[in-house]
């Protein structure tokens, strides 16, 4: 079993669309969660960065982290055709700064 | 957010040779640096943590002779791939901790096609 399970996709929505993205995790170690956007050929951008448990909000996007369920969730509302990207989960443990990515995936939001 | 370049985007390089990637906080100084290497489709790996001034430590299964990390000053790390050989071809990417900001920020990556 991997660290990090996210579904690859690839995920197609509609303009305007809700999307939901989702990763499951095994080690209760981890505290911090990030969710990473790549564009084709670059590399990752940070988009949202959560501290253990709860919601955290900016703009559009909303991250959620349940580490009772070991599960994390990154909602975009309103998404845009920009928004299509690879979209990666990524956890360390407390302390470092060591990331385990989940695989990505690939979101495409179509006008 | 913090700057983190990565240089060269893209090289090619004959099987046997080596090529060296560097990666460089612009606007920060980095004590740690990490690299990552991402095959297509694939999530990125952690392959080795490289902390200024001292060795690398490497993750399980990457060979440090083959993967040479210098991490000489607290703005720049390089990873060198020694004879390289086609199924070394990847995306390499590094990410430096800002201390500043308690974050890493990442290069935007090195694609290395070994022919």
């Known amino acids: 079993q991997k660290e990090v399970e996210q579904d690859p996709g690839p995920l197609s929505v509609p303009e305007g669309a809700i999307v939901s993205l989702n990763c499951t995790y095994s080690n209760s170690a981890f505290q911090y969660f990030m969710w990473y956007r790549q564009y084709s050929r670059k590399g990752p951008e940070l988009l949202m960065y959560t501290y253990s448990s709860g919601n955290k909000e900016d703009g559009r996007f909303t991250a959620q982290v349940d580490k009772s369920s070991k599960y994390i969730s990154l909602f975009i509302r309103d998404s845009q055709p920009s928004d299509s990207a690879t979209y990666l989960c990524?956890?360390?443990?407390?302390?470092?700064?060591?990331?385990?990515f989940g695989t990505g995936t690939r979101l495409k939001v179509l006008a | 957010g913090a700057v983190v370049s990565q240089h060269p985007s893209r090289v090619i390089c004959k099987s046997g040779t080596s090529v060296k990637i560097e990666c460089r906080s612009l606007?920060?100084?980095?004590?740690?640096m990490f690299w990552y290497r991402q095959f297509p489709k694939q999530s990125l790996m952690l392959m080795a943590t490289s902390n200024e001034g001292s060795k690398a430590t490497y993750e399980q299964g990457v060979e440090k002779d083959k993967f040479l990390i210098n991490h000489a000053s607290l703005t720049l790390s390089t990873l060198t791939v020694t004879s390289a050989h086609p199924e070394d071809s990847s995306f390499y990417i590094c990410s430096a901790r800002d201390p500043r900001q308690d974050e890493a920020f990442f290069g935007q990556g090195t694609r290395l096609t070994v022919v």
């Open positions: 990524a956890m360390s443990e407390g302390g470092t700064y060591k990331y385990i």
């Open positions: 606007d920060f100084q980095a004590t740690t």
